[in-house]
């Protein structure tokens, strides 16, 4: 029952989302996307990491071969994203299986170690020897000469672009002014937020099954588990392979938000980036990965634009000496140098706050409430 | 033969960094047991203490000198260094010697460095999860490396090295080969200064009593500490000389390749997997992985065997054999060459 209600208050917020940021200036669908699009990438990393405690470094490799699949089916078939989405899924998965069946044969530092370095090695691999699949340096982008055997010719001389039976990706369907805000609602961001609100269902039934249940002995004592007759490897390839796949999903996104993918997207400091999601959020919660991926890309987009300007504007009310001292100091962190907050933010997390923000709000709560107290007196009675 | 040789010494090049860093990784899970994401960044900021003093040593009195002019008719600006100025000739050999200098500045600022890291941060880590240890030093790494692309920009920044070994020189004919190789002099030195380094971390710990004592906890650190010795300052100590061993070969590879801000993070992945294929917690593991792997790479990208591997019907491997060498001995045999049994073997 709280499930349901939670499910419901997301996909409530998810779907209204293009009016509730319009206060905060990210409304714009390319954004939104991208919210949602790291959103499924993050809920799948955290069924792995959240989970079962194993730390991948290479889920980058996923959801770069993810877009490559789904850049196949543009070139080949239809810029119907429906064939695209699931053969990126499909790709992400038989590759996950592959590689988590080796990487899984050992735990631990190793396991993280092994998954770096082949995030590593595909990354590589796309860029030298897989050219005529990746098209190298360059990456993999739509031509006019492709084939697209189910949409026949187009139009002379433009490049089709992507679509759901006809409704086209990038076409804004409503474009209302509500409250002074200048709204865009379009279809890209409603497939990708339908998309999310299922991912984040199936994360709910996961973490609420018997095998969601095994996942979590594994993380907390998996010597116990091995002891007790459970052979652990069968549930955590599972979670290994699940991950995979939305991160496969969202590398297919990614591809129909716009139709080009390349290596970049599948080096290890991608996979990097997710890790920092999902940590920052609070791993294992459910919507700490969600939360993660919105702020890091939302702090990502606007953090990156504010520059030297700005901050004079900013700080303009004080003594001229006062503005200037402060824009020195507040300079660095943001435009070209937001990812230094991201990273100052990520250890702050890790070392105070090891739950992530969904814990600090949590405790906070807990705080507010008397709860805290309370515990405490039940202790000691 | 030339062409072997020639790989062979790129391949000794590459392996020389690798086995530095890696080393220094080894040291510290070996101590303290504890996966330093960030000993990628303290490589990087060595390499960055060479570039800041060259920028110093540059700093230069202008003076206009209204005898002359330039080209475009103006008076003509003399610049002069004022180590110059101040040192006379031995100014001018200090700017040309940039790097050997600040290899020797390194030492002292990265032990500083790396005591401080261990003391204010991963100190706080000893009783989490190896992945929290993982994840706060990946943190750190971005951090570092944010800081330094404040400081210096994205651009890579070349240091000159010391006139003496800037050209190539001919290392056939100092084997007293029939054929001429023309190898970078200062990747010749880079090589030797690296085996030097090595050399002395080993020595430190085979012949000095501080040494032995940290050997000992490395066996069994609860022992040592009953018997009344603070292993805990040495291990700090210890976690010191790692990152100045990074921040040594960072120095000097500044001379190798321009420094860039994100040179450790591509070293790290490299380093790691050296480590991995050494064996965890082995130094003389760390070290022949790092030359072999180097080697390894270097050979596999030789043209006589690309066409080789392609004549059987393989794809080409130069690009992915170091990781592909890591998976097979991860699976064949998860100690690694040299690593200890038991260790870290789940």
Same mark, same amino acid.
């Given at each position: 029952?709280?499930?349901?209600?939670?499910?419901?208050?997301?996909?409530?917020?998810?779907?209204?989302?293009?009016?509730?940021?319009?206060?905060?200036?990210?409304?714009?669908?390319?954004?939104?996307?991208?919210?949602?699009?790291?959103?499924?990438?993050?809920?799948?990393?955290?069924?792995?990491?959240?989970?079962?405690?194993?730390?991948?470094?290479?889920?980058?490799?996923?959801?770069?071969?993810?877009?490559?699949?789904?850049?196949?089916?543009?070139?080949?078939?239809?810029?119907?994203?429906?064939?695209?989405?699931?053969?990126?899924?499909?790709?992400?998965?038989?590759?996950?299986?592959?590689?988590?069946?080796?990487?899984?044969?050992?735990?631990?530092?190793?396991?993280?170690?092994?998954?770096?370095?082949?995030?590593?090695?595909?990354?590589?691999?796309?860029?030298?020897?897989?050219?005529?699949?990746?098209?190298?340096?360059?990456?993999?982008?739509?031509?006019?000469?492709?084939?697209?055997?189910?949409?026949?010719?187009?139009?002379?001389?433009?490049?089709?672009?992507?679509?759901?039976?006809?409704?086209?990706?990038?076409?804004?369907?409503?474009?209302?002014?509500?409250?002074?805000?200048?709204?865009?609602?379009?279809?890209?961001?409603?497939?990708?937020?339908?998309?999310?609100?299922?991912?984040?269902?199936?994360?709910?039934?996961?973490?609420?099954?018997?095998?969601?249940?095994?996942?979590?002995?594994?993380?907390?004592?998996?010597?116990?588990?091995?002891?007790?007759?459970?052979?652990?490897?069968?549930?955590?390839?599972?979670?290994?392979?699940?991950?995979?796949?939305?991160?496969?999903?969202?590398?297919?996104?990614?591809?129909?938000?716009?139709?080009?993918?390349?290596?970049?997207?599948?080096?290890?400091?991608?996979?990097?980036?997710?890790?920092?999601?999902?940590?920052?959020?609070?791993?294992?919660?459910?919507?700490?990965?969600?939360?993660?991926?919105?702020?890091?890309?939302?702090?990502?987009?606007?953090?990156?634009?504010?520059? +030297?300007? /700005? &901050?004079?504007?900013? @700080?303009?009310?004080?003594?001229?000496? $006062?503005?200037? !001292? =402060? #824009?020195?100091?507040?300079?660095?962190?943001?435009?070209?140098?937001? +990812?230094? /907050? &991201?990273?100052?933010? @990520?250890?702050?997390?890790?070392?105070? $706050?090891?739950? !992530? =923000? #969904?814990?600090?709000?949590?405790?906070?709560?807990?705080?507010?409430?008397?709860?805290?107290?309370?515990?405490?007196?039940?202790?000691?009675? | 033969?030339?062409?072997?040789?020639?790989?062979?010494?790129?391949?000794?090049?590459?392996?020389?960094?690798?086995?530095?860093?890696?080393?220094?990784?080894?040291?510290?899970?070996?101590?303290?047991?504890?996966?330093?994401?960030?000993?990628?960044?303290?490589?990087?900021?060595?390499?960055?203490?060479?570039?800041?003093?060259?920028?110093?040593?540059?700093?230069?009195?202008?003076?206009?000198?209204?005898?002359?002019?330039?080209?475009?008719?103006?008076?003509?600006?003399?610049?002069?260094?004022?180590?110059?100025?101040?040192?006379?000739?031995?100014?001018?050999?200090?700017?040309?010697?940039?790097?050997?200098?600040?290899?020797?500045?390194?030492?002292?600022?990265?032990?500083?460095?790396?005591?401080?890291?261990?003391?204010?941060?991963?100190?706080?880590?000893?009783?989490?999860?190896?992945?929290?240890?993982?994840?706060?030093?990946?943190?750190?790494?971005?951090?570092?490396?944010?800081?330094?692309?404040?400081?210096?920009?994205?651009?890579?920044?070349?240091?000159?090295?010391?006139?003496?070994?800037?050209?190539?020189?001919?290392?056939?004919?100092?084997?007293?080969?029939?054929?001429?190789?023309?190898?970078?002099?200062?990747?010749?030195?880079?090589?030797?200064?690296?085996?030097?380094?090595?050399?002395?971390?080993?020595?430190?710990?085979?012949?000095?009593?501080?040494?032995?004592?940290?050997?000992?906890?490395?066996?069994?650190?609860?022992?040592?500490?009953?018997?009344?010795?603070?292993?805990?300052?040495?291990?700090?100590?210890?976690?010191?000389?790692?990152?100045?061993?990074?921040?040594?070969?960072?120095?000097?590879?500044?001379?190798?390749?321009?420094?860039?801000?994100?040179?450790?993070?591509?070293?790290?992945?490299?380093?790691?997997?050296?480590?991995?294929?050494?064996?965890?917690?082995?130094?003389?593991?760390?070290?022949?992985?790092?030359?072999?792997?180097?080697?390894?790479?270097?050979?596999?990208?030789?043209?006589?065997?690309?066409?080789?591997?392609?004549?059987?019907?393989?794809?080409?491997?130069?690009?992915?054999?170091?990781?592909?060498?890591?998976?097979?001995?991860?699976?064949?045999?998860?100690?690694?060459?040299?690593?200890?049994?038991?260790?870290?073997?789940?």
């Amino acid at each position: 029952m709280k499930d349901r209600l939670t499910l419901l208050l997301f996909a409530a917020v998810v779907l209204a989302a293009p009016l509730l940021f319009a206060p905060t200036g990210a409304a714009y669908p390319d954004l939104l996307q991208r919210f949602a699009i790291y959103g499924i990438f993050a809920i799948g990393f955290n069924i792995l990491f959240g989970l079962t405690g194993y730390l991948s470094f290479g889920h980058a490799a996923f959801l770069g071969v993810g877009s490559y699949a789904a850049m196949w089916m543009f070139k080949l078939l239809t810029m119907n994203i429906i064939p695209a989405l699931l053969l990126s899924v499909i790709v992400a998965g038989l590759f996950s299986l592959l590689i988590g069946y080796v990487s899984l044969r050992r735990s631990g530092i190793y396991f993280s170690i092994l998954t770096l370095a082949f995030a590593q090695m595909s990354y590589n691999l796309a860029y030298s020897v897989l050219t005529p699949l990746t098209n190298g340096e360059t990456g993999l982008q739509l031509r006019l000469d492709d084939p697209r055997i189910l949409d026949g010719a187009s139009e002379a001389g433009t490049l089709p672009s992507t679509n759901l039976f006809g409704f086209d990706m990038k076409e804004v369907f409503w474009n209302p002014n509500i409250l002074g805000y200048d709204l865009q609602f379009n279809w890209g961001y409603y497939v990708c937020a339908v998309l999310l609100i299922l991912s984040f269902w199936i994360s709910i039934r996961i973490f609420r099954s018997p095998f969601g249940l095994m996942l979590r002995a594994i993380k907390t004592n998996q010597t116990r588990l091995n002891y007790t007759g459970v052979n652990s490897r069968p549930y955590t390839l599972a979670a290994f392979v699940i991950s995979g796949m939305f991160a496969g999903l969202a590398g297919g996104l990614l591809a129909t938000m716009d139709p080009l993918a390349g290596a970049e997207r599948m080096q290890w400091t991608v996979g990097g980036e997710v890790v920092l999601m999902v940590v920052l959020g609070g791993s294992g919660t459910l919507i700490g990965p969600v939360l993660g991926a919105v702020f890091i890309r939302y702090f990502n987009s606007v953090l990156s634009q504010i520059n +030297e300007q /700005t &901050l004079h504007g900013w @700080f303009s009310f004080g003594p001229d000496w $006062l503005t200037n !001292g =402060l #824009v020195v100091i507040v300079e660095p962190f943001v435009g070209k140098g937001w +990812e230094l /907050t &991201l990273g100052a933010l @990520f250890m702050i997390v890790v070392i105070f $706050l090891p739950g !992530g =923000l #969904v814990d600090g709000a949590r405790r906070i709560g807990r705080t507010l409430t008397g709860a805290n107290r309370r515990a405490a007196k039940a202790e000691a009675a | 033969m030339d062409a072997i040789l020639l790989q062979l010494l790129n391949g000794l090049d590459k392996g020389s960094a690798y086995a530095l860093i890696a080393l220094g990784l080894t040291l510290i899970f070996g101590t303290l047991g504890v996966v330093n994401f960030a000993h990628g960044a303290l490589f990087m900021i060595g390499a960055f203490v060479a570039v800041t003093l060259s920028k110093l040593m540059e700093i230069s009195k202008v003076v206009i000198d209204p005898t002359k002019v330039d080209f475009l008719g103006n008076p003509a600006k003399i610049k002069t260094p004022y180590v110059t100025e101040w040192f006379g000739s031995f100014g001018d050999w200090m700017i040309d010697y940039t790097i050997p200098i600040a290899v020797l500045l390194s030492i002292p600022i990265m032990i500083l460095i790396g005591v401080i890291m261990e003391r204010g941060l991963i100190r706080l880590f000893y009783n989490r999860p190896h992945a929290d240890q993982i994840l706060v030093t990946f943190g750190l790494a971005i951090v570092l490396q944010e800081i330094i692309k404040i400081f210096f920009g994205s651009e890579a920044i070349s240091v000159s090295v010391p006139a003496a070994f800037a050209g190539p020189v001919d290392v056939g004919a100092f084997l007293g080969l029939d054929f001429s190789i023309f190898y970078p002099a200062w990747r010749l030195v880079y090589i030797a200064f690296s085996i030097v380094v090595l050399g002395a971390v080993f020595a430190f710990l085979r012949f000095t009593t501080f040494g032995m004592v940290v050997r000992a906890g490395m066996a069994d650190r609860e022992t040592v500490g009953l018997l009344g010795i603070n292993i805990n300052k040495r291990f700090t100590i210890m976690f010191g000389v790692a990152a100045a061993v990074a921040g040594l070969a960072g120095a000097m590879y500044a001379g190798v390749n321009k420094p860039v801000f994100h040179m450790g993070m591509d070293f790290l992945v490299l380093s790691f997997v050296v480590v991995v294929v050494g064996g965890m917690g082995s130094l003389p593991g760390a070290v022949a992985a790092g030359f072999l792997l180097g080697i390894l790479e270097a050979l596999a990208s030789m043209p006589l065997i690309k066409d080789a591997i392609a004549s059987i019907g393989l794809p080409s491997i130069d690009q992915i054999i170091i990781y592909l060498v890591a998976v097979i001995v991860l699976l064949v045999r998860p100690r690694g060459l040299m690593g200890k049994a038991g260790v870290m073997e789940d």
